[in-house]
């Protein structure tokens, strides 16, 4: 299959994994609610410019990633991240189309659906749950999109 | 379905995107569900641990490489400034140290004992800081030292002015700290001014604990020093926690609202201890419930209840038969003079 190595698989991997880096980087206490949540925005990138390089495989394991870096419940963080790269898979084209300023929105609205589920996890799970610091990330990541995109899209060239 | 339409299925891609979701959904929620009954995945979490750990390392990096640069380039003045403060601090420890092992011996004669006690520490272990999360949800330090060091889970941790935490989750070289501000733990302490017991729970900011549990008439103030009670099976006893810094005593609430500030340096710590204790001692925390094969002490050094009611013989209810003062137990052999009169004594209102 000659469509599938022309994907981008490099590039995509290595700013997964440099999200990831940056989302346990030690950071003050009162900066780190704010913190945008980088590899949702680089998964949702790569699900939307090439939905076929990783998919929602990609959004499983880099989620299990974050799981094992914050000691949550193995599986909560893939569980929310695969839905929001379903998402973002299905609709890659329409979202794709759109100029920058809207991409945010849709990019507020799926960070919030992805905080919602792991909101909801932590309270099934019986872990404390409840404070309004962890949504900040919500905004701070939509205001960061267009920054992300611009970066990410320059990390590889479109065939 | 409303996404319907964006995504154009073509034939020899595998199957469709929905299908995919709904395989890692299951799979995500296979995994919580054996993650949080009864930790079945312990040992994927374990080579996880591994895994990550070289990014770990990779994040801490730079904060390393700087702090390498920053002690090699120190100037002369600075280091001999810093051995001047190590040599008096140094003199101080030692002078405090003589007069350590003269105490240990009074109090060990004190307890009526042969020998000293042996230290409740056995050993201990330096361990770095390699990853810190102090959100308010998490409070979790991440150290360079694991199972093959020896550690384990559930270990006391300290530093050189307070309790830290306890071990979490050890990897194969890292180790996951639960610090007591995490909001999801909670230590036994005791006021030590006063010896009321309650329980310090993390409020999910470095510098504060809660204390949810008190009375709003508990005699507790502020600089009030709270130690670890020794109940709960992991910390020791008397280990400096925290001092209280906030009481408000609502006239509405039933209990107080208290405050605490942790003494160990949780969010300014390089380097933390992993302790051992000397199981023997009686001050290590006790893992398995006190059962009945305490050793006996010298009887004549008991407390006598009975002799405390002889004021009021002439009320026999309340002193009722007795039975649940250890010295008048009938099963207990009248072997001693005290324990004789005790039991000559407590006849006497029936």
């Not at chain 2, 140094?90 to 009074?106: G, H, I, K, Q, W």
């Not at chain 2, 130690?227 to 209280?244: C, D, E, N, Q």
Request: charged fraction near 20%.
């Amino acid at each position: 299959m000659s469509a599938r190595d022309r994907q981008p698989r490099t590039p995509m991997l290595l700013t997964t994994l440099a999200a990831l880096v940056l989302t346990v980087l030690p950071l003050p206490a009162w900066l780190d609610d704010a913190r945008p949540a980088f590899v949702v925005l680089a998964v949702l990138f790569w699900s939307i410019t090439a939905p076929r390089a990783g998919g929602i495989a990609l959004g499983f394991v880099a989620g299990l990633m974050i799981d094992v870096f914050e000691g949550t419940v193995l599986g909560q963080h893939a569980l929310a991240l695969s839905f929001v790269t379903y998402i973002a898979v299905r609709e890659h084209q329409k979202i794709r189309s759109k100029p920058l300023f809207q991409q945010a929105l849709i990019v507020f609205g799926a960070l919030f659906v992805y905080e919602f589920i792991v909101f909801a996890i932590d309270g099934w799970s019986g872990h404390p749950a409840m404070t309004a610091g962890r949504w900040l990330h919500v905004a701070t990541g939509a205001l960061v999109w267009p920054l992300a995109a611009a970066l990410l899209g320059r990390t590889y060239e479109p065939r | 379905m409303a996404f319907a339409g964006g995504y154009r299925p073509s034939p020899g891609r595998g199957p469709s995107p929905g299908f995919r979701f709904t395989l890692y959904a299951v799979l995500s929620i296979t995994c919580m569900f054996l993650d949080q009954r009864g930790g079945w995945l312990e040992k994927a979490r374990y080579v996880l641990q591994a895994a990550a750990y070289p990014i770990q390392l990779v994040v801490r990096s730079p904060a390393a490489a700087w702090r390498w640069l920053e002690e090699s380039f120190e100037t002369r003045a600075a280091l001999r400034e810093e051995n001047e403060r190590l040599r008096a601090q140094n003199r101080e420890l030692m002078l405090r140290t003589v007069r350590y092992d003269a105490l240990v011996r009074e109090n060990a004669q004190l307890r009526g004992l042969t020998e000293a006690l042996p230290p409740l520490i056995e050993r201990w272990l330096v361990a770095e800081v390699v990853n810190v999360e102090l959100s308010s949800l998490r409070q979790r330090l991440l150290v360079n030292k694991g199972a093959q060091n020896g550690v384990f889970k559930g270990q006391a941790v300290i530093d050189e002015s307070g309790l830290v935490g306890q071990t979490m989750r050890v990897g194969p070289w890292s180790a996951e700290i639960i610090l007591i501000t995490d909001p999801e733990h909670a230590v036994p302490v005791q006021i030590e001014r006063t010896g009321v017991r309650t329980i310090a729970v993390g409020a999910g900011d470095a510098r504060a604990l809660a204390l949810p549990y008190l009375p709003a008439n508990a005699d507790v103030r502020e600089g009030d020093l709270l130690v670890t009670s020794g109940l709960g099976g992991v910390f020791p006893h008397g280990y400096p926690v925290a001092r209280v810094t906030e009481v408000r005593r609502d006239a509405v609430q039933p209990l107080a609202q208290v405050r605490a500030t942790p003494l160990a340096g949780l969010d300014r710590d390089r380097e933390v201890l992993l302790v051992w204790f000397e199981e023997t001692h009686p001050a290590a925390p006790s893992s398995a419930p006190v059962s009945g094969d305490l050793p006996a002490g010298d009887p004549a050094a008991q407390p006598q209840p009975a002799i405390r009611r002889e004021p009021r013989p002439e009320t026999p209810a309340t002193g009722g038969s007795g039975s649940f003062s250890p010295t008048s137990d009938p099963t207990v052999p009248a072997a001693t003079p005290a324990i004789a009169r005790t039991a000559a004594v407590q006849e006497v209102p029936q």
